[in-house]
């Protein structure tokens, strides 16, 4: 599946949180990267709030690379919005819904190249690359990433970690202080375009300060 569609399929299971919600939207992406040859694993503090965590195993033992991203939301009041929060609206080359720009489009646009890359036969030569999608990053991540270095650490243990925001360092998953190679990215929309274009202009966002 493709980004684009694999972003409205995401953006239709609603996981505001709180409550979060996430398991059906994060089993959803776990059966298309279980058939394309992806190990993956549901790990939860409490069962409705999972966490995926996939891998594609290297040839040889080196360094891992995660990229980690969250499938909660904000909240969204429908009467604010132009088109359903969670219709996932294609519309004029633009894709509506709460979570289209933090962080759904980079949990689709991650998801659809592990699976292309996966289904080409690719694996990496050394280390692992991983795909870790966290429940509750919008609240803590008390369920979500939190929990996981604390009590999964071997789970998602990398060494290095692409995720949403700024560069800079990040010791939590990698154990020691490390560059956090991520693109800044600018949000404040509430629509994606497949095209790649940010769209910053100032509709209900979950991003308030565009950076
Ligand atoms: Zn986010």
């Given at each position: 599946m493709k980004a684009p569609e694999l972003l409205q399929r995401l953006i239709?299971?609603?996981?505001?949180?709180?409550?979060?919600?996430?398991g059906e939207a994060l089993e959803f992406l776990k059966g298309m990267l279980d058939d394309a040859g992806w190990q993956t694993e549901l790990l939860a503090k409490v069962p409705e709030r999972p966490n995926l965590v996939a891998r594609l195993k290297g040839a040889e033992p080196g360094p891992n690379l995660a990229l980690i991203s969250h499938v909660d939301t904000v909240p969204a009041?429908?009467?604010?919005?132009?088109?359903?929060?969670?219709?996932g609206d294609l519309e004029d080359g633009y894709i509506w819904g709460?979570?289209?720009?933090?962080m759904k489009d980079q949990v689709a646009s991650e998801t659809a190249a592990c699976l292309a890359l996966a289904e080409s036969g690719w694996r990496p030569a050394k280390g692992d690359l991983l795909l870790v999608v966290a429940a509750d990053?919008?609240?803590?991540?008390?369920?979500?990433a939190q929990w996981l270095c604390a009590e999964q650490a071997d789970e998602v243990r990398c060494d290095w970690v692409v995720n949403e925001g700024a560069g800079k360092s990040s010791?939590?998953?990698?154990g020691a202080s490390s560059p956090w190679p991520s693109v800044k990215r600018v949000r404040s929309g509430s629509r994606w375009s497949p095209t790649g274009s940010q769209v910053t202009d100032r509709f209900p966002g979950s991003e308030t300060t565009p950076s």
């Open positions: 239709r299971f609603n996981t505001v949180n709180p409550p979060g919600n996430e009041k429908p009467e604010e919005w132009t088109h359903d929060p969670w219709s709460r979570g289209a720009l933090d990053e919008e609240t803590g991540a008390h369920f979500g010791t939590s998953m990698t």
